[in-house]
Each structure stands twice: as C-alpha cells, then as structure tokens.
C-alpha cells in the first residue's frame, strides 16, 4: 500500500506540526481533535507554521496554500473514514490513549497503519487495545520538525516489517530522515541521549555548581554543538522537565530541587522560548550572539 491519506489525530504543538509537514508535501491530511475549541487553537498553530516554511524551504512559498488544502474534524469516524495512516499525538495519558484506541479500531478501515507520536510510552503498552497490532508502531518526531527532521519509526514484538517499512517510506516522503529501531525503547535514541545530558545541566544548576549561560557555553565550546542544555530547554518548554522532575520529587531529592526551581520560573511566566522568555530571552538570545562563546 502506498501512503496518501493521513489523519492526524491531536492539534497541539507536535500534532499541528505533523499534519502541517504532511500537507506541505502532497499528502491528503485530516486533522481531528476533539472540540472546535481545540481545532481553533491548531488553526492558530498551523497559521504559525507558514511563515517557518517559507523562510526555511526553497519552495516554501507553497506554504501559505497548505492550511486551506487540510481537512478538519472533531468526529473520529469522519477524520478516519479514508485514513491509510493515523498519527495519534494526544495527550500522555494511559487512560486518554487507551479509550482513543479502542474508538480509533472501531472506526477504522481494516487498511489503515495506527502511528503514535508518544515520547512517554512504547507500542507494546497499547497493542492489546488495537484491532491490528500488526499494524500498530510508533512515529516519533523533534519540535520544530522541518527542522530537526528525524523520525525514529519503532515496532512492538507484534509490528510486521512491511508496515515499519511503509512508514519509513512515509517519512522519507515528508522529507524526514528515517531513524528505524530494532527493538522497543523508551524514549527512542534521541531522547535516551538527550534526557540525561538535560538531567545533568540542571543538576549543576539548582547545586550551585555554575549557572545556566555558563553550563550551556562549556558544552558548546567543548562539543561544537549549536545549543547548550539550557537553550534545549527552551525550545521544549519549562513545563515537560518540570513533570517530568515532580514525577520522580518523591524519591529523588534532587529532582524535587528541579521541580521546585522550574515551577518559580514557570509561576513567572518564563516557560521558555515560546512565551518569549526561559533561560534566555527571545527573540534574540543570548546563545545566539557572536560574543557568546568568547
């Protein structure tokens, strides 16, 4: 089968992102969420997205079409009725999740691949609630995806290859690159890699070991890499490290410090790089000035 309906199922900041992504490159995209509400506020995401696209691609001038070609709903058996492919990108929670795929395999056409964008969980804890564990798998994506345009593709035990493949295909379609896992994994390579090293800086932080501009200048100088920790937090809100600390407060004393000192920045308004303020202040940070590294 050959990949031309995709529904995305979840408009916030990832899912908007995706469907938007998909639609750029020629694929047929419905966007489902579950109120007007909630599909008003994805309209505000996507129509964000335009000018990143423009600016970024040399055909991006295509982008300012790309809102008016999607299809919007809030009836899952609508949003799927053709679907070759659904992208659940809901909210993380077991509960959530389970009573969208219960729903999601009563609705579906028997053709159609079911996709999770879920950095939490893996297949495996949701394959017992699909219809088609067959064709169930997970498609994991960056913010900020026409950028940092990696997709790890990763199966459960019961995944079959032929599907992970079209998927891969999928991504290489929607001009990602294709990062296939060979066996489930939490938090995939890229977040198994970054989460640490994100752990890490802000344990230096709330000991007092240094502050925040001067642990992410020591990373840049030593690895070359174009953002240290701290920006990294920026981008991808205060609010996921700050659960992600109170979710291990009780045992860990030192990610109930984190907690505590995220959730100050966070009860001030500095949530990171989209509310125009975290670590750093944006537009224009301080990383990003030549000086910086001096």
Same mark, same amino acid.
């Given at each position: 089968m050959t990949i031309k309906n995709v529904t995305v199922a979840g408009g916030g900041v990832l899912g908007s992102q995706i469907a938007f992504q998909a639609a750029f490159t020629g694929f047929k995209v419905t966007l489902y969420d579950i109120n007007d509400g909630a599909l008003d506020h994805a309209k505000q995401l996507l129509a964000s997205y335009v000018p990143e696209f423009e600016d970024f691609y040399d055909d991006g001038d295509r982008a300012d079409s790309v809102i008016d070609q999607m299809s919007f709903s809030t009836s899952l058996a609508e949003a799927v !009725? /053709? !679907?070759? @492919?659904?992208?659940?990108?809901? *909210?993380?929670?077991?509960?959530?999740?389970? /009573?969208?795929? #219960?729903? @999601?395999?009563?609705? !579906? *056409? !028997?053709? #159609?691949?079911f996709a999770t964008n879920s950095s939490t969980f893996v297949p495996s804890q949701f394959a017992e609630y699909v219809d088609r564990p067959e064709k169930f798998l997970a498609i994991h994506f960056a913010n900020q995806i026409w950028k940092n345009n990696n997709a790890e593709i990763m199966g459960h035990p019961g995944t079959e290859d032929k599907y992970l493949d079209e998927v891969v295909q999928f991504a290489k379609d929607i001009r990602m690159v294709p990062f296939r896992l060979y066996k489930e994994q939490h938090g995939y390579i890229l977040n198994s890699l970054l989460v640490p090293l994100l752990d890490a800086a802000q344990k230096l932080w709330v000991n007092g070991v240094s502050d925040p501009k001067t642990i992410d200048k020591s990373w840049m100088i030593a690895t070359g890499a174009p953002q240290g920790p701290f920006a990294i937090l920026d981008v991808v809100g205060l609010n996921t490290p700050y659960n992600l600390a109170l979710a291990k407060a009780d045992t860990d004393e030192q990610s109930a410090e984190i907690a505590k000192a995220l959730k100050t920045m966070i009860d001030d308004g500095k949530t990171g790089a989209a509310s125009g303020e975290g670590f750093y202040q944006y537009p224009n940070p301080a990383f990003a000035d030549s000086d910086f590294l001096k």
């Amino acid at each position: 089968m050959t990949i031309k309906n995709v529904t995305v199922a979840g408009g916030g900041v990832l899912g908007s992102q995706i469907a938007f992504q998909a639609a750029f490159t020629g694929f047929k995209v419905t966007l489902y969420d579950i109120n007007d509400g909630a599909l008003d506020h994805a309209k505000q995401l996507l129509a964000s997205y335009v000018p990143e696209f423009e600016d970024f691609y040399d055909d991006g001038d295509r982008a300012d079409s790309v809102i008016d070609q999607m299809s919007f709903s809030t009836s899952l058996a609508e949003a799927v !009725a /053709d !679907a070759d @492919l659904v992208i659940e990108a809901i *909210p993380e929670s077991v509960k959530i999740k389970v /009573d969208y795929y #219960t729903e @999601l395999s009563k609705v !579906a *056409p !028997a053709k #159609t691949i079911f996709a999770t964008n879920s950095s939490t969980f893996v297949p495996s804890q949701f394959a017992e609630y699909v219809d088609r564990p067959e064709k169930f798998l997970a498609i994991h994506f960056a913010n900020q995806i026409w950028k940092n345009n990696n997709a790890e593709i990763m199966g459960h035990p019961g995944t079959e290859d032929k599907y992970l493949d079209e998927v891969v295909q999928f991504a290489k379609d929607i001009r990602m690159v294709p990062f296939r896992l060979y066996k489930e994994q939490h938090g995939y390579i890229l977040n198994s890699l970054l989460v640490p090293l994100l752990d890490a800086a802000q344990k230096l932080w709330v000991n007092g070991v240094s502050d925040p501009k001067t642990i992410d200048k020591s990373w840049m100088i030593a690895t070359g890499a174009p953002q240290g920790p701290f920006a990294i937090l920026d981008v991808v809100g205060l609010n996921t490290p700050y659960n992600l600390a109170l979710a291990k407060a009780d045992t860990d004393e030192q990610s109930a410090e984190i907690a505590k000192a995220l959730k100050t920045m966070i009860d001030d308004g500095k949530t990171g790089a989209a509310s125009g303020e975290g670590f750093y202040q944006y537009p224009n940070p301080a990383f990003a000035d030549s000086d910086f590294l001096k």
